[in-house]
């Protein structure tokens, strides 16, 4: 079973704007990462964040995490037309790494 | 530094017929993983390799899937019989150690699988 779940869905927002997308887990976890997966290709890793940190930024994404509420953020900004792909949390706990399904984000020029 | 490779990036065939994929992981990776991808979903892990031992092979449905790691580098995973619900995408990732779990994993394009 998949433990990361993301929310929402899918997003459609113009260019420019921003992103959000939200994950929410049910177990301990020793971190979480953020992969983006462009249409017909593999992840990419964008960031990990540890259970001891409550957020991270590189370049335009910006990561939080709530251990008590057992959830992440993942926030684009200035979101661009190529950031159109879906965007998978990943919660890691022992050696396990497990992906949610989901938030596939549309970007329109 | 060249990525994960994988083969073949397409494959169909009918229910019954077998099936391997190939994965050569980023050089001195000592992890390596298979998961797969339904439409819509995430990535399922099948089996982790670490060197040539298996780390975790909980979900591999093992009557019909296999998957070997000879010499601790390329890999191989195979299904016999398919069915028509292992349609799917087979994604190939490796990691340099596995420290807990914290290892960035580095995906393959993956293999698109489709069973008639």
């Known amino acids: 079973s998949q433990q990361g779940e993301e929310d929402p869905q899918a997003l459609s927002i113009q260019e420019g704007e921003n992103a959000t997308m939200n994950c929410s887990y049910k177990?301990?976890?020793?971190?979480l990462q953020w992969y983006r997966q462009n249409s017909g290709r593999g992840l990419v890793h964008l960031i990990l964040i540890r259970s001891n940190e409550r957020e991270k930024h590189s370049g335009r994404l910006r990561v939080t995490l709530d251990t008590s509420k057992k959830s992440s953020s993942l926030l684009i900004t200035a979101s661009r037309a190529a950031d159109t792909a879906s965007y998978f949390c990943a919660t890691g706990g022992g050696f396990k790494t497990i992906f949610g399904a989901g938030t596939r984000l549309f970007v329109k020029a | 530094e060249a990525g994960v490779a994988q083969s073949p990036r397409y494959k169909i065939i009918e229910k019954r017929q077998s099936v391997a994929f190939w994965c050569n992981p980023i050089?001195?990776?000592?992890?390596l993983y298979w998961y797969q991808q339904i439409l819509g979903q995430g990535p399922k892990l099948l089996i982790q390799f670490q060197n040539n031992g298996v780390v975790d092979d909980s979900q591999l449905p093992k009557d019909r899937f296999s998957a070997e790691r000879l010499k601790g580098v390329d890999s191989t995973l195979k299904i016999q019989p398919a069915k028509l619900e292992d349609s799917a995408v087979y994604l190939c990732a490796s990691s340099l150690v596995p420290r807990g779990s914290t290892d960035t994993q580095y995906f393959g394009p993956g293999t698109r699988l489709t069973v008639l």
């Open positions: 177990t301990s976890i020793n971190n």
């Open positions: 050089s001195g990776h000592a992890t």
